[in-house]
């Protein structure tokens, strides 16, 4: 099990950017894919991108292509998001998620990930 700590949201204005941080503390983590997901009121939770524990494997929803990119420092234990021409639509609660794997997979669904964050607040204006 790894905990995850996750910063960096705030309020923007329509075509701003931010940049998201999943911190990760506990066991190694090691072969942990890592995912971002995101919840609006009143919604399910969603995909949103995920990386390789190598870091040369991401998968997107098809929402935020093209607009966000997932990364990832092993040194610093780190997974960013960084979102840019952010849309109202793209308000939610920004969560990290883990899920111990020692292949790359395409893990989209919520109850593919074992460890979560907190979560971080996202909201854009228009």
């Known amino acids: 099990q790894v905990q995850l700590v996750e910063s960096g949201g705030g309020s923007v204005q329509a075509g701003g950017s931010l940049r998201l941080s999943c911190a990760a503390s506990?066991?190694?983590?090691?072969?942990?894919?890592t995912g971002w997901f995101r919840q609006a009121p009143g919604q399910e939770r969603e995909f949103v991108a995920a990386?390789?524990?190598?870091?040369?494997?991401?998968t997107y929803a098809d929402s935020v292509t093209g607009r966000f990119t997932i990364s990832r420092d092993n040194v610093k234990n780190t997974v960013y998001l960084q979102m840019n021409s952010l849309k109202p639509e793209d308000t939610a609660v920004y969560y990290c998620?883990?899920?111990?794997?020692?292949?790359?997979?395409?893990?989209?669904?919520?109850?593919?990930?074992?460890?979560w964050g907190q979560g971080t607040q996202v909201t854009v204006s228009s």
């Open positions: 998620a883990a899920r111990y794997s020692a292949n790359w997979a395409v893990l989209s669904a919520v109850g593919q990930y074992d460890d």
């Open positions: 506990g066991r190694t983590w090691r072969s942990y894919i």
């Open positions: 990386i390789s524990w190598t870091g040369s494997s991401a």
